[in-house]
């Protein structure tokens, strides 16, 4: 075996430059296999995050009758007492947060222009407020006892030409389905970094979200956000309400559950679009060097070797490119990941509603999919030379001798 790899060592020398290119095409796809598998993780990860800690948090409790795309403020569709339920289920340890919230539907005023936003009342004490609190970049935060200060995204405000301290018109719907008109002053704006969700939430201290919209002592859910993602369903098993529903993490991001199986699925078809130009570079120049050295292989044959040894050589050949691909691609592929890992891809406003997907997606990169690609890919290369070394070992002597040079 020593002296079959040896051969192939020598071999793959005779065209240096053929040789290295060839395994650069392995390594090239590889460090785009991994980049892009870095960058699906990324997003996939950084999306469904964002989606826990802004909008949906871990588990919801709220009303059986409760339509969350109608804000609906009737009585009957909210939680009656949510702070006593809150703190019960706050005293849990697996729970970070508990905290009652409510929805609700309006258009914000100023001037001549105006845009519809979704309300939302929340505890500005609580740690699940705290990536609004973090958010804030002009102005300041929300107090629980303000009762004409609103906080707006980065974006609704570009849109209406406000700043923090000017004043704007709230319209929102009440529980009796009327529509309560009253002038705020924005008290900050803030930003998540998440445009679909900037764009359209407002936010106002619980206290006076109640009394505006006429649902004293209600909510829409109770927001729970737990020490980890794991212990979702370790917590819901956990909780004891009546007349109540439980929500978790996978119910409230159904959308984004069902765009990433069809992302799954169109990448799939990417890795082997990669795969398959990646085996073609190898199997040309194999066949390349099966043509080229068809004299050679009729000598080794009337001299002795076995057509299995003539197989096994050129198969040693494919595993040593396939080696050399693997370690650069590996290189090139580990280093982009890490450079986009810091750096990441801006793509600002994707236009996506119901996917919080960030303005700039960061590469992660899991030992599970590093690999997975490389065991993937050194298989495939390795296979990419079974046609030419089964083309060589199949050649007869006297038809390979009389073969021109």
């Known amino acids: ?54 909008q949906s948090g871990h588990i919801q409790i709220r009303a059986n009758s409760y339509d969350e795309n109608k804000s609906s403020l009737k009585w009957e569709d909210l939680v009656a007492d949510p702070e006593q339920i809150a703190s019960q289920i706050g005293a849990l340890g697996q729970v970070k947060a508990a905290t009652p919230r409510l929805y609700a539907s309006g258009f914000l005023s100023s001037g001549t222009q105006s845009a519809s936003a979704r309300i939302t009342g929340i505890d500005p004490l609580s740690p699940a407020s705290d990536p609004y609190r973090e958010g804030v970049i002009s102005g300041s935060y929300l107090n629980p006892d303000d009762r004409e200060a609103i906080l707006i995204g980065r974006p609704m405000a570009e849109k209406l030409n406000l700043q923090a301290g000017d004043s ?90 069902d765009y990433e199986a069809m992302a799954q699925s169109y990448i799939s078809i990417f890795y082997m679009i990669i795969l398959a130009i990646s085996a073609s570079v190898i199997i040309n120049t194999l066949i390349m060097s099966v043509y080229e050295r068809t004299r050679e292989i009729g000598i080794l044959s009337a001299i002795g070797m076995r057509s299995g040894r003539v197989l096994m050589l050129f198969l040693a050949e ?16 580990v280093l982009a990941t890490l450079y986009f890992n810091v750096n990441g891809f801006y793509i600002g406003n994707m236009g996506l509603s119901g996917i919080m997907i960030t303005d700039t997606i960061y590469a992660k990169l899991t030992m599970d999919n590093l690999t997975n690609l490389t065991i993937m890919t050194f298989v495939v290369t390795l296979l990419s030379g079974l046609y030419p070394a089964v083309m060589a070992s199949r050649m007869q002597p006297i038809a390979a001798l009389r073969a021109e040079k």
């Open 1 to 54: 075996m020593i002296q079959i790899l040896k051969m192939a060592f020598r071999d793959l020398g005779r065209n240096r430059r053929r040789s290295f290119f060839s395994a650069l095409a392995v390594g090239a796809g590889l460090a785009l296999l991994i980049l892009m598998a870095s960058v699906i993780e990324g997003e996939m990860g950084g999306a469904i995050e964002s989606a826990i800690k802004l």
């Open 168 to 257: 704007v018109s709230l319209s929102i719907n009440t529980a009796d389905g009327d529509v309560q008109d009253q002038t705020f002053t924005v008290k900050g704006i803030y930003t998540t970094n998440t445009y679909g969700f900037d764009s359209a939430t407002v936010f106002l201290p619980l206290a006076k979200a109640q009394a505006i919209t006429r649902t004293e002592n209600h909510a829409s859910t109770i927001f729970i956000l737990l020490q980890d993602t794991a212990l979702t369903d370790i917590v819901v098993k956990a909780l004891t309400v009546s007349n109540l529903e439980i929500k978790t993490w996978k119910d409230l991001n159904a959308l984004f559950v």
């Open 318 to 333: 494919s595993s040593m490119l396939a080696v050399g691909g693997v370690i650069m691609g590996l290189a090139i592929g």
